[in-house]
């Protein structure tokens, strides 16, 4: 079987050609039996594009709580078609930008880098360290290998019970069992009505005074106001945010103001991974669907991710 497969709103050539490398055909909409979305994001638009044909829809982010949100999984896979997500194309370039930001803590270069007069030494080991990483999807699974040179302990946090490498494998509902030994707490968690908000004061009481934060996740399962208090009265050590709540993070917010802060905006995928990445899931997919075979990074109606 040859995949019908129309690649838009955004007609963009990477997902063309990848769509050709697979031996599948690019399509007008009204013709396809399948979407490889890439668009503005809207849930409208892409609620537009459904027809009655469709059975699958490839959506180019592995962060998909906008479409949650807005109920379009609902039915999927029964009623409507199945949605895919990147989940899992990303992981080693965000694992990669984890592993450097902890290692820009430990030594201190947050603060070096704006200093302007020669000060004390106090860089820190990392080699070592205990690393609870809160969810072991295709980021987590990447960290816990790049972390095995450093024989650092892990604590990973997934409802898999799957975490090969991990030290300790906990259950989310035991999240905050992995934070008071933790020298670094890594999110790595899909946004979901459950994730939401679940770093607050309670859980930053928990860790070390000198512990790091590391969010390359979403910015909502961090409460920001929580943070910045906590990081302002030495509760935790320090804060490494890819994502932020309210992103993009407005100038003049105090979290810019802290020097035991580092943030980046949002761009720990780099543009080419992640175009290599969304490219690589979509031929591997589109494969999938012609041979009728189980399909990657399906996304759950009711769990949202």
């Keep these: 079987m040859t995949a019908a497969v129309h690649v838009g709103p955004e007609p963009v050539p990477a997902l063309i050609d990848a769509v050709r490398r697979a031996g599948g055909d690019v399509v007008p909409l009204d013709r396809a039996e399948a979407i490889v979305y890439f668009g503005g994001g809207d849930p409208a638009e892409l609620r537009s594009m459904l027809h009655d044909r469709i059975r699958w829809v490839q959506l180019p982010h592995a962060g998909v709580e906008r479409w949650a949100d807005a109920g379009v999984f609902a039915g999927s896979g029964d009623q409507g078609p199945v949605f895919t997500a990147a989940a899992g194309s990303y992981g080693a370039p965000v694992a990669e930008h984890a592993l450097a930001v902890m ?39 990447a960290l816990i290998r790049m972390l095995e040179p450093f024989g650092c302990t892990i ?9 090969p490498g991990a030290t300790t494998v906990l259950p989310r ?26 770093f607050g004061a309670k859980e930053l009481g928990l860790m070390r005074a000198d512990a790091w934060l590391v969010n390359v996740a979403r910015g909502g399962l961090v409460v920001t106001d ?19 709540d309210p992103e993009p993070l407005p100038a003049g917010h105090p979290l810019w ?7 980046t905006p949002h761009s720990a995928n780099p543009r080419p991974a992640y175009w290599r990445g969304l490219a690589e899931r979509v031929t591997a997919n589109v494969r999938r669907f012609q041979d009728g075979a189980p399909l990657e ?8 991710f």
């Excluded at 509902?173 to 679940?198: C, F, K, Q, S, W």
């Design 257 to 263: 103001k802290l020097d035991n802060v580092l943030i």
């Design 226 to 244: 929580d943070l910045v208090e906590a990081l302002r009265a030495g509760r935790i050590g320090g804060a490494a945010l890819d994502v932020t």
């Design 297 to 304: 990074g399906v996304i759950s109606a009711t769990e949202g």
């Design 103 to 141: 290692l820009v803590a430990a030594r201190g270069l947050h603060r070096l880098a704006r200093a302007t007069e020669w000060g004390p030494n106090q860089a820190k080991e990392f080699a070592g360290s205990t690393v609870a990483i809160v969810g072991c999807g295709g980021i987590g699974r």
């Design 173 to 198: 509902a035991r999240y905050r069992d992995a934070l008071p030994e933790a020298d670094y707490v890594v999110i790595a968690a899909p946004a979901t009505p459950e994730t939401r908000g679940m």
């Design 155 to 163: 604590v990973a946090v997934t409802d898999s019970g799957a975490a």
